[in-house]
């Protein structure tokens, strides 16, 4: 049910009496269309409200509710998403309780497991009563060895890592500056600190199943006196999750979330500036019984963060692709290329309309106000007769 571009651009030269195509050009008239397009386009959503104030009818092709809604069933989409960033929070993001330290270590480092791993080498664990920090050192040259801790997560819930990593005692010269330090969390490695820095690292990562591996991780040194300090290493769940919506989503419908059971649940939408309100009472808190979204520009910012990226669907309105009339030069005329053109997305009964708009469009860039006037007027004809 899409409109002809070729037969667009015909009538709208016919109609200028412009034969030549130099007044309008291929270049003039794709410019023109896209502007008329969207404009159609936008006006559905403001026709809506209107009738949707009125009596509507009981005939079965002129309802004007039923015609517009039939208009806009073209741009109707429904999306499965499997796209959360898991590089960041959401929108007003907080975080759980610490699930590894409250900010320090005491000297009991039991629970952490030193040297478990097949690609380990060699290396000790302890505990730095100076600074209140684990200590990983290095006992053979160009080892790798690894601190861990088992923690109870929740699957697929985002987490936030962070942890402050002292790798000043690192050899920092010389052929045997090869030693870096780092943590990973189920896999996921944090930023690496070179020889010489101390720094605080922090990364975000989706726990896979109930429990996830953290590691501090001494890499590659080549000084058997070289060693590394952990401190504020901190595992903390996120409240929210960010999901990136279809590049072509233009007006966002109803969110779903599908539930354990197979059940759709509707999501609701939330305003940024009710979040902090709503996340602070636990009576309103969203849980996964009762979910809730932020919409900022391309992106839905989903609470809990433990909602699947797989569970959430939405309906929206897709946004006109770029209608394009396509040609070839030959003896220095344009001749319509219908291989490469892209035709008017709008519904049919559009065809009037379009052609008019562009009239209105081409008559104010050639300054003939003759032109202007009459697609103006007709336009005008059309939409007292649509809406009185």
Request: glycine share 6%.
């Amino acid at each position: 049910m899409a409109i002809n571009i070729d037969t667009v651009y015909q009538r709208v030269l016919a109609i200028a009496n412009k034969e030549q195509r130099g007044y309008i050009t291929p270049q003039e008239f794709n410019l023109f269309a896209n502007q008329a397009q969207m404009e159609i386009f936008e006006q559905y959503f403001y026709d809506i409200n209107q009738f949707g104030r009125l009596h509507g009818n009981d005939t079965e092709y002129s309802d004007m509710l039923n015609i517009i809604n039939e208009k806009l069933s073209i741009f109707q989409r429904n999306q499965t998403t499997t796209i959360f960033n898991s590089g960041q929070g959401g929108y007003l993001t907080t975080f759980g309780s610490t699930l590894v330290t409250n900010g320090t270590f005491d000297d009991d480092i039991s629970s952490w497991t030193a040297g478990t791993l097949a690609s380990d080498n060699g290396g000790t664990q302890s505990y730095d009563s100076t600074t209140q920090s684990i200590k990983l050192t290095g006992n053979a040259a160009n080892n790798v060895f690894k601190s861990s801790q088992a923690i109870t997560t929740v699957v697929g819930g985002l987490y936030r890592i962070k942890a402050t990593i002292n790798a000043s005692n690192l050899n920092t010269s010389g052929s045997n500056a090869t030693g870096t330090a780092f943590v990973t969390f189920g896999g996921k490695p944090s930023a690496i600190i070179s020889p010489g820095l101390t720094s605080t690292v922090s990364f975000f990562h989706t726990a896979a199943s109930t429990s996830t591996d953290l590691k501090l991780v001494l890499s590659g040194n080549g000084n058997t006196a070289d060693n590394v300090l952990f401190d504020d290493v901190k595992v903390q769940l996120v409240n929210s999750a960010k999901l990136n919506l279809s590049s072509d989503v233009y007006r966002l419908g109803t969110v779903l979330y599908t539930n354990s059971s197979g059940e759709f649940v509707e999501v609701d939408k939330i305003l940024p500036n009710e979040m902090i309100y709503i996340n602070s009472s636990p009576l309103t808190k969203p849980t996964l019984s009762n979910p809730a979204y932020v919409l900022q520009g391309s992106s839905l910012s989903v609470y809990p963060s433990s909602i699947a990226a797989n569970e959430i669907s939405y309906n929206y309105i897709a946004k006109p692709k770029n209608c394009k009339w396509a040609y070839n030069v030959v003896n220095e005329q344009a001749l319509y290329d219908s291989s490469n053109a892209v035709d008017f997305e709008l519904h049919e009964s559009e065809t009037v309309t379009i052609v008019n708009k562009i009239l209105e469009l081409a008559g104010i860039a050639m300054q003939k106000q003759d032109i202007q006037s009459s697609a103006i007027a007709r336009d005008n004809k059309e939409v007292q007769q649509e809406k009185l």
